[in-house]
């Protein structure tokens, strides 16, 4: 949910202010390769079939196990597979959460963060919840990114989720950059982009502190 709606006539100058904001170098250049366009619209017909079976290409490279219906029939992971039937920039969140979960919640409900915004049984997913406060928030915010850094690899409406998960909230203002910088930062450091901030197919293997 957008925090601060941002009228279509602002979009221009408030991704400029953000990119202004970054340092220079490979973190403004991945931002600008995000917003490229400034097309906020997500795909629809046809392109939304294609961008949904790049989401089901990408999670069966993986190794994930998917199973129809949608999260709202119970929970999005139910430790073993993903509910298929949502939109595809929710599967490579979803992919992303996979990805950064340390190994034992790999095989929790919903990752054992608690219920997410797609869940439909809220109980069952909170009573799975392991992780909490800040390091979920944490966790949250790089499973954000990556999610739409796998949307950017396969040219799918990456802008519109930095608006829906307020990436652009304060943009301009050094915290607004600083947040973005350093969870990009731990997503390089974890090995889960390359040196162009490109997603690898990583999996996190430490435990949770």
Known sequence: ?????LAEDRLPITLAQFAESLPSGLVRTLFERLTEGAKTARASTERAVKNHENSIDLITKFGIGIKP???QLDVSWDGAALRCDTEAYILLHEVAHYQLAAPVRRH???????PGPETGDRARASQAQTLFGLAREREEAMASLLGI???????????ASLLDQNWLEGAGRPGAATHFVDIFTALAAGGFVDGAGRPQMRLRDDADA
């Open 1 to 5: 949910m957008i925090l601060t709606p």
């Open 69 to 71: 219906g949608t999260p």
């Open 108 to 114: 929790q409900v919903d990752f054992g963060l608690g």
């Open 149 to 159: 850094l796998w949307e950017a690899e396969f040219g799918h409406p990456a802008l």
